[in-house]
């Protein structure tokens, strides 16, 4: 979000086209709302800049719901690199009891893609709620419907010799106890995506109601093994459990920490990491991290802003239409300042003011060659702190952060994108309210 | 018990416009209006007092939605914008502006209502009437074996939204994009009396570049990614050739049909109502399979087990495809949309498509139907960064698409960049005062009257000028062909020279560089003075301005004689009955037309073999013709039947001239010379009318009666 808002800077022609437009005053003058939420959004992710770990605790006043969320890219001490292809669950003891039984053996699956449960319906079908199911005598001895449907779809599973159930949905406890005396296992709340690489790699064919199961359904080619015990005392049992098969594109990368809030932190983490890799070989180049880019940007402009000057001097003024386009550039330089005195500021290694005066030093350095300055890299990353030391990788190599290109450079055209949108805005229009009440406020104009 | 209130007498306003408060909401309506004109203008953020959506916008049909006011003249003017826009869907805020303006224009010149009307009616009536006229200087008629006027008229309706945010290259992409389509709904080669247009289906996608938009002939269906085909057997079954094609509305989910009043009873050991329905479906499906039907399609949901064993029989479905789908669907398929599943689908309503693929769109999987024979439909994908802008971008594609349409019944188009406005202004000072006193007295007003009504109504129209100006430039207008000049706020004029004007005029058609006539300096004045009247000069198209008026592409000329020659050869098939003698001479043009056009292009000349292949047919046929003459009528009859191919051939020649937009382009950016603007001359003209009937309708109200129980 602070990329959104603070940097407000291409050497594009268009900035300076909607930037000539306004005068300077009126660009202060203007606060309406987006403008002024983008300002109080800027204010909060100055902290989440760089790579200190600042951790942030929202919470939800009227649920009382709370989480935790930080940006950094130090996911690597929490994964664990055993893991394994194919697709990890967490099972209770008895079912990990049956995989026992089941290793070294290839087994087969089913996949419903649905609840499997007597009671549920596909999606966009409307129960009727006005048919009574009315019978004429007491029958005691002949079983209910939900009795029937767990027999019909037990014989099923029985006569296909399937060993695994993968359901999306939810699985009806009792049918699933049923289950586990006939030495199947069933898996609950297994993703979609999970499902249809299963249906690839096996040839089964997912079906909504466990009722359609027929032969031609069922996959075969499933290992099963058990791939590490969690469960400890006083704790719930719970095995993780390995589900892989042939040629499947499936990866499971367990997560783990022993603060429970941390989980969803930790997961949130490890995918901008795994995008970020993403990026960088899609793009098949990097950006310089820490800094550097918008160091070597803010030097670009300053040339340009002062060759720009000189040019002009020299033809003696008359170029109408680029009168503030000097100022715009100036502003753009500023945004980028900003952002790496943040950086500096948030790795706790100086204050903004110092941080301003060694951006400052480190420009005039920059005159002539364009070097990577080590130094100044090391300044940014966290130097104090305790980690580091004991990362091998960081203290090994000084200096070398990178960015993605193509996600940077989309993030300054968004932010370029929603500047534009908000100074170009000139009117808030409030629909919908009673002209009475509003008569006291002077700043609001009826229509 | 009754409750009886006291009825309130109703509120009668006398003179409303008089009132404080009345002009006060006209002026902030006219601001607001006036400050969002334009490609410069700027954006309205638009929401709810409650915290509902945000919408950021400068167009018209969007802002006028949101601007409802408690004043019923503003609310009448409102309801005549909107009316105006539901019928030509350009020139909404054009509308606004001159209306009010005219009507503030009118109370300050001080003149009774009544003078005003008959006034403002004479002089529409002198606009209307020089804007219909031939050699009226600010109309360009379009030429539609060019692409360049559409796409310049197509550029200055997208240009004129800046919520778009678009850079130069995208505009220019967008607008040959919009054109593409709007070429490929127009069906070729059809010589009945009505010709149906055919429509463009909108997918829109968040998130991509606006250079990733593009466009299909035929329909783009979403698919969720679960339903794609994924085994063997079905990617195979999607190889070509026509498949037929099912269509139902009706949900196909198995839920029971309303039972009305009232509950349904079950008995046990009677069978289960959801099993029966469910049997039927199964028994649609066999029929279905049966009838080798190869896509199934459902507006809304299919049970999962009817999905199941219709996959099974290699059937491709597709459900939930909304009510939008359905039209083209039915369009361009011919199938008939299904509304029962109890009953055996009738033969003929299955559809054909020709191709059915998997095409990646973005970040989305979609299918790919293409159609059978050639009915004019395509899908235009939009893409944009983010939500707010990629909806500005569809509502304008939208408009000009709307637009275009318009051209195909009016050919022409008028000069925008308020150049139209002040010619017109120009136009009429020059015709108003020439003739003042016997105009005046013919109307029975006096001259001092009709000299000050001109002066309100040309004022009024070259506010609309003056409305696309916004960051404190100056506009100019010069005293030759009186277009629009502007100069920006910061730029010191030095008129007396004309050194340092802009290089065109706002238009783009008139250039500093060319002298108005020999030895005749080009002057300026500025827009809001008065000037002495002159007659405007139409722009006179001299040769040495011929890369800017007259298209510059040969390749399209020549297309655009071919498709004119294509209409009298359907013709002339016509007397090939009658007469078979000049039969003979009629098909030797053909070949002769034929040749320069192997010559000038490099795509056509797939096309134009064929072409030519044909009328080596034709002229073979026709020699056994002309040696016996006996079974004259029998033999004719293959002739004719030939010469309908020959005609048919020549369609995906024209059809050709749809991608010759793309190769158009280029040539265009070539040119030195600014982009012209256009605006559509019929929603123009009928907003010109609008715009003064209100006004004279408001001007007219004495009193408003307002019942205020």
Same mark, same amino acid.
């Given at each position: 979000m602070y990329e959104m808002t603070k940097r407000i800077s291409l050497t594009n022609g268009e900035v300076v086209k909607v930037f000539k437009e306004m005068e300077g005053s009126i660009i202060n003058q203007r606060c309406h709302t987006g403008l002024q939420e983008l300002t109080a959004m800027g204010a909060v992710a100055h902290s989440f800049l760089g790579p200190n770990i600042k951790h942030k605790f929202i919470q939800d006043e009227s649920t009382g719901e709370?989480?935790?969320?930080? $940006?950094?890219?130090?996911?690597?001490?929490?994964?664990?690199?055993?893991?394994?292809?194919?697709?990890?669950?967490?099972?209770?003891?008895e079912q990990a009891s049956l995989v026992h039984h089941m290793k070294e053996r290839s087994c087969k699956v089913v996949l419903i893609n649905g609840d499997l449960s007597?009671?549920?319906?596909?999606?966009?079908?409307?129960?009727?709620?006005?048919?009574?199911?009315?019978?004429?005598?007491?029958?005691?001895?002949?079983?209910?419907?939900?009795?029937? =449907?767990?027999?019909?779809?037990?014989?099923? %599973?029985?006569?296909?010799?399937?060993?695994?159930?993968?359901?999306?949905?939810?699985?009806?406890?009792?049918?699933?106890? #049923?289950?586990? /005396?006939?030495c199947i296992v069933v898996v609950e709340r297994v993703k979609p995506a999970i499902l249809k690489d299963f249906a690839d790699t096996t040839g089964a064919v997912p079906v909504t109601y466990a009722t359609q199961l027929s032969k031609r359904c069922v996959g075969i080619g499933v290992d099963i093994s058990v791939w590490r015990d969690f469960s400890g005392n006083g704790r719930r049992a719970s095995i993780a459990v390995n589900i892989a098969t042939d040629h499947s594109a499936l990866v499971t990368v367990v997560l783990s920490s022993n603060v429970q809030a941390k989980l969803q932190a930790l997961e949130d983490q490890f995918w901008s990491c795994a995008y970020r890799l993403h990026h960088a070989l899609k793009d098949k180049k990097l950006l310089?991290?820490?800094?550097?880019?918008?160091?070597?940007?803010?030097?670009?402009?300053? *040339?340009?802003?002062? /060759?720009?000057?000189?040019?002009?001097?020299?033809?003696?003024?008359?170029?109408?239409?680029?009168?503030?386009?000097?100022?715009?550039?100036?502003?753009?330089?500023?945004? =980028?300042?900003?952002?790496?005195?943040?950086?500096?500021?948030?790795s706790g290694t100086c204050s903004k003011v110092s941080a301003w005066? $060694?951006?400052?030093?480190?420009?005039?350095?920059?005159?002539?060659?364009?070097?990577?300055?080590?130094?100044?890299?090391?300044?940014?990353?966290?130097?104090?702190?305790?980690?580091?030391?004991?990362?091998?990788?960081?203290? %090994?190599?000084?200096?070398?952060?990178?960015d993605n290109i193509n996600v940077k450079l989309e993030a300054w055209r968004k932010a370029l994108d929603l500047v534009f949108l908000v100074l170009q805005t000139d009117t808030e229009i409030i629909t919908g309210i009673d002209p009475k009440q509003v008569d006291s406020q002077s700043h609001v104009l009826v229509l | 018990m009754f409750r009886l209130s006291k009825k309130i007498p109703s509120v009668c306003t006398d003179d409303p416009l008089s009132k404080n408060e009345v002009s006060r909401k006209m002026t902030l309506m006219r601001q607001i209006l006036i400050s969002s004109f334009g490609p410069n203008g700027r954006l309205k953020q638009v929401h709810n007092n409650v915290g509902g959506p945000v919408l950021t916008t400068s167009t018209s049909s969007s802002l006028l939605?949101?601007?409802?006011?408690?004043?019923?003249?503003?609310?009448?003017?409102?309801?005549?914008?909107?009316?105006?826009?539901?019928?030509?869907? !350009?020139?909404?805020?054009?509308? /606004? +502006?001159?209306?009010?303006?005219?009507?503030?224009?009118?109370?300050?010149?001080?003149? #009774?209502?009544?003078?005003? +009307?008959?006034?403002?009616?004479?002089?529409?009536?002198?606009?209307?009437?020089?804007? *219909?006229?031939?050699?009226?200087?600010?109309?360009?008629?379009?030429?539609?074996?060019?692409?360049?006027?559409?796409?310049?008229?197509?550029?200055?309706?997208?240009?004129?939204?800046?919520a778009c945010v678009l850079t130069e *290259?995208?505009?220019?992409?967008?607008?040959?994009?919009?054109?593409?389509?709007?070429?490929?709904?127009?069906?070729? /080669?059809?010589?009945?009396?009505?010709?149906?247009?055919?429509?463009?289906?909108?997918?829109? +996608?968040?998130?991509q570049s606006v250079l990733d938009s593009a466009v299909f002939q035929g329909l783009l269906v979403d698919a969720p990614d679960m339903l794609l085909p994924s085994t063997g057997v079905e990617r195979t079954r999607l190889g070509s050739g026509p498949f037929r094609l099912a269509l139902f509305t009706v949900s196909l989910s198995g839920d029971l049909s309303v039972l009305g009043d009232g509950s349904l009873e079950v008995h046990r050991g009677s069978p289960d109502p959801e099993d029966i329905v469910l049997d039927q479906l199964l028994r649609l499906g066999e029929q279905v399979v049966r009838d080798q039907v190869d896509v199934f399609m459902c507006q809304r949901v299919i049970h999962p087990v009817l999905q199941h064993f219709l996959r099974r029989n290699g059937v491709l479905v597709v459900e939930r495809l909304g009510v939008a789908l359905i039209e083209p669907i039915v369009q361009m398929t011919g199938a008939q949309a299904v509304a029962v599943y109890q009953t055996p689908v009738p033969p003929e309503a299955y559809g054909q498509v020709k191709e059915v693929c998997v095409r990646k769109v973005g970040l989305k999987e979609m299918l790919h139907l293409m159609p059978c024979g050639e009915p004019a439909l395509c899908t235009m994908v939009i893409s944009h960064r983010n939500e707010t802008m990629l909806n500005e971008l569809k509502s304008a594609c939208q408009k000009v698409e709307y637009v275009l349409r318009l051209t195909l019944r009016d050919p022409a188009a008028l000069l925008g960049g308020g150049c139209t406005e002040t010619h017109l202004a120009a136009y009429c000072r020059s015709k108003g005062s020439n003739g003042a006193a016997q105009t005046a007295s013919s109307m029975a007003v006096s001259q001092s009257e009709f000299l000050l009504g001109l002066n309100a109504f040309c004022l009024s129209l070259?506010?609309?000028?003056?409305?696309?100006?916004?960051?404190?430039?100056?506009?100019?207008?010069? %005293?030759?062909?009186?277009?629009? =000049?502007?100069?920006?706020?910061?730029?010191? &004029?030095?008129?007396?020279?004309?050194?340092?004007?802009? !290089?065109?005029?706002?238009?783009?058609?008139?250039? #500093?560089?060319?002298?108005?006539?020999?030895?005749?300096?080009?002057? =300026?004045?500025?827009?809001?003075?008065?000037? &002495?009247?002159?007659?405007p000069a139409s722009w006179v198209q001299d040769s040495?301005?011929? &890369?800017?008026?007259?298209?510059?592409?040969?390749?399209?000329?020549?297309?655009?004689?071919?498709?004119?020659?294509?209409?009298?050869?359907?013709?002339?098939?016509?007397?090939?009955? *009658?007469?078979?003698?000049? %039969?003979?001479?009629?098909?030797?043009?053909?070949?002769? !037309?034929?040749?320069?056009?192997?010559?000038?292009?490099?795509?056509?000349?797939k096309d134009t073999t064929h072409l030519v292949m044909d009328t080596t047919h034709l002229v073979k046929d026709t020699i056994p013709l002309v040696k016996d003459t006996t079974p004259l009528v029998k033999d004719t009859n293959p002739l004719v039947k030939d010469t309908t191919l020959l005609v048919k051939d020549t369609n995906p020649l024209v059809k050709d001239t749809s991608h010759l937009v793309k190769e158009t382009t280029p040539l265009v950016e070539d040119n030195t010379y600014k982009p012209r603007v256009l605006d559509s001359f019929t929603a123009k003209l009928n907003a010109l009318q609008v715009a003064v009937e209100t006004a004279n309708l408001i001007l007219d109200i004495r009193y408003i009666i307002q019942d205020v129980n």
């Open positions: 709370s989480f935790l969320v930080c $940006t950094c890219f130090r996911v690597v001490d929490h994964i664990d690199l055993a893991s394994s292809i194919g697709c990890v669950v967490l099972l209770s003891a007597e009671k549920y319906c596909h999606l966009g079908f409307n129960k009727p709620t006005d048919v009574r199911y009315v019978a004429d005598k007491l029958d005691l001895k002949s079983l209910s419907k939900g009795e029937v =449907w767990e027999e019909k779809v037990l014989t099923t %599973l029985l006569n296909n010799n399937v060993n695994l159930v993968l359901v999306s949905g939810e699985a009806s406890e009792r049918f699933t106890q #049923r289950c586990v /005396g006939h310089r991290g820490a800094g550097m880019t918008e160091l070597l940007c803010i030097h670009h402009l300053q *040339k340009h802003i002062e /060759g720009r000057g000189q040019k002009t001097r020299g033809q003696g003024g008359a170029c109408f239409g680029n009168v503030h386009r000097d100022y715009v550039l100036h502003l753009m330089v500023e945004g =980028w300042m900003d952002y790496i005195a943040t950086l500096m500021l948030n005066t $060694t951006i400052n030093q480190h420009l005039r350095d920059l005159n002539g060659e364009l070097s990577v300055d080590a130094v100044f890299s090391r300044m940014v990353l966290r130097d104090d702190n305790e980690n580091c030391v004991n990362s091998p990788e960081i203290r %090994l190599s000084p200096g070398r952060v990178y | 939605q949101a601007l409802r006011s408690t004043d019923p003249l503003l609310k009448l003017i409102n309801a005549s914008i909107l009316n105006h826009l539901s019928r030509f869907s !350009d020139c909404g805020l054009y509308v /606004g +502006i001159l209306c009010l303006s005219l009507i503030s224009n009118v109370q300050r010149s001080g003149l #009774r209502p009544s003078v005003a +009307i008959s006034l403002n009616q004479y002089l529409l009536g002198l606009c209307t009437s020089y804007l *219909k006229q031939e050699d009226c200087g600010c109309k360009v008629n379009i030429d539609f074996g060019s692409s360049q006027n559409l796409v310049t008229l197509a550029r200055s309706v997208i240009s004129s939204k800046p *290259k995208e505009q220019r992409h967008i607008s040959t994009l919009v054109v593409h389509a709007f070429l490929l709904t127009v069906p070729f /080669g059809d010589t009945s009396e009505t010709v149906r247009l055919g429509r463009i289906v909108r997918v829109c +996608i968040e998130g070259e506010a609309v000028s003056l409305a696309l100006e916004h960051d404190g430039g100056a506009s100019f207008i010069d %005293l030759t062909h009186a277009h629009c =000049w502007s100069v920006p706020s910061d730029w010191v &004029p030095q008129w007396g020279e004309g050194v340092d004007a802009p !290089d065109t005029c706002r238009c783009g058609l008139v250039e #500093r560089s060319t002298q108005p006539a020999q030895g005749v300096k080009r002057e =300026w004045t500025l827009l809001n003075t008065r000037y &002495p009247p002159f007659i040495s301005s011929v &890369p800017l008026v007259k298209d510059t592409n040969p390749l399209v000329k020549d297309t655009s004689h071919l498709v004119k020659d294509t209409n009298p050869l359907v013709e002339d098939t016509s007397h090939l009955v *009658k007469d078979t003698n000049p %039969l003979v001479k009629d098909t030797y043009p053909l070949v002769k !037309d034929t040749n320069p056009l192997v010559k000038d292009t490099n795509p056509l000349v």
